[in-house]
């Protein structure tokens, strides 16, 4: 046959991959937290004790009344609207101005399977850079590459207990002051565990009205805040703001895929805009799931007890296991919700030099190897290179098992910690261990 004449002659064995991939995903690798996951189920799988803190699932398990609800509408099978059941997007409108101080109706609610995947479709309709305080969540940047956006990332430090500042904001924007941006700003923060004071979201959401930045509140991990004290900046800058939010960190459902965004009513064109491409690529979100989901935001004192048992022990087990670290002399600030933590191993720079380890992923790669440990570098969450920052998720325990004995009424102290959270306290103290060795 005519080579020149085949139709599919463009694909072909002969053919570099990189002529035929898109310039924006060129040189992107895997997300990195599903990355680690993976290589450490291979290391296990050789027989190798591996302790797998890199990937960031929540432990516990899914509250009962949400499952019985999956299971009584196993059935549904119809195709629902773009922008989600109504009944869920109504109970959700409830949830958030009762739990938030959010005032919303269901019209200002869109549904999509993971807030990840709302997040990209955002970016895709809003033409704006991309302003992202970093460290931040591993899937931004990405997203924004592959799409085409401009990237702006602004470091934190940890003096300011890896915060942004109103300050450092304004100072960026009134470079150009009339570019169209959009700051993404996650708290409780994956993945430093840290969250803002109200008074620093009030300054900042100031300095967003002033230069009318569309504000993407990334506040997955809000329920879980450890003192159940999260507070929202969407009151504070309600005519710029989109929440977002989920099931999968708080409900302990990630693999369920239930996002939700909820938009102020002056950014209904941003809101459709959306909807339209919901249409063009993932019609709708599961049926059953949806449906599901309406149990999990209604008003119920056991879900209520549920996320106040979770906050109890994430609250204990991750100041345990920063002290444990901050002891070895690895700086590591206690977290205030979700279930990271962001040591600081750049008091050993002149040691682990002499180990051949001169930044965040040699570090991460020598743990692996030395040690049993994953975690992720600190790299992957737009530190510079050669910080020695890592990211720790606290979550190899039984979570069942340690909500059962919560619910008993055993407290989480150290014999609980001991007994039910025991890979975990293991796991950093061979890094304590590791380092010091």
Not at 82 to 96: D, M, P, S, Y
Not at 370 to 395: H, K, M
Request: charged share 20%; hydrophobic share 40%.
């Amino acid at each position: 046959m005519n080579k020149q004449n085949n139709p599919v002659s463009a694909i072909s064995c002969d053919t570099s991959p990189d002529v035929q991939i898109n310039l924006n995903i060129r040189g992107l690798k895997p997300s990195a937290t599903v990355a680690i996951n993976e290589k450490s189920n291979e290391l296990i799988k050789t027989g190798k004790k591996i302790y797998k803190l890199g990937l960031g699932q929540s432990p516990f398990p899914v509250p009962q009344p949400v499952i019985q609800a999956l299971q009584v509408n196993a059935f549904q099978k119809d195709y629902l609207p773009v922008k989600g059941l109504w009944e869920l997007r109504e109970t959700i409108a409830e949830h958030h101005q009762r739990s938030f101080g959010i005032e919303c109706s269901a019209e200002d609610v869109l549904i999509g399977p993971g807030s990840k995947e709302l997040m990209f479709l955002i970016q895709l309709v809003y033409y704006g850079d991309l302003v992202i305080p970093t460290p931040s969540w591993v899937s931004y940047v990405p997203q924004a590459k592959i799409i085409g956006r401009q990237i702006r990332l602004l470091h934190t430090k940890a003096e300011n207990n890896w915060r942004l500042t109103a300050e450092q904001l304004d100072q960026y924007c009134s470079e150009d002051p009339q570019r169209p941006r959009l700051l993404i700003l996650n708290y409780p923060s994956n993945p430093t565990g840290k969250t803002y004071p109200p008074e620093e979201l009030a300054d900042l959401a100031e300095v967003a009205r002033k230069y009318r930045i569309l504000l993407l509140s990334d506040e997955i991990y809000g329920k879980i805040h450890h003192k159940g004290l999260h507070q929202s900046i969407v009151p504070m800058y309600p005519e710029g703001t989109v929440f977002s939010g989920g099931l999968s960190k708080w409900c302990g459902a990630g693999g369920w895929r239930l996002g939700l965004f909820v938009f102020p009513g002056c950014l209904r064109w941003l809101q459709e805009a959306m909807a339209v491409a919901a249409s063009e690529t993932f019609t709708s979100t599961s049926s059953p799931i949806q449906f599901a989901a309406i149990k999990a935001f209604e008003e119920n004192p056991d879900i209520d007890l549920y996320l106040t048992n979770v906050r109890k022990i994430l609250n204990v087990l991750g100041s345990k296991l920063a002290g444990i670290l901050n002891k070895s002399g690895i700086k590591t600030l206690a977290p205030d919700g979700g279930f990271y933590l962001f040591p600081d191993f750049s008091p050993f720079r002149d040691k682990l030099k002499s180990k051949g380890i001169h930044n965040s992923s040699e570090l991460c790669e020598k743990v692996l190897e030395e040690a049993g440990v994953a975690i992720l570098p600190g790299s992957e969450f737009g530190q510079p290179e050669d910080a020695l920052t890592v990211r720790l998720a606290y979550v190899n325990f039984d979570g069942d098992k340690a909500l059962q004995a919560v619910d008993g009424g055993e407290e989480p102290d150290d014999a609980f910690l001991k007994q039910y959270c025991g890979d975990t306290l293991n796991a950093v103290a061979i890094i304590a261990d590791w380092i010091q060795a």
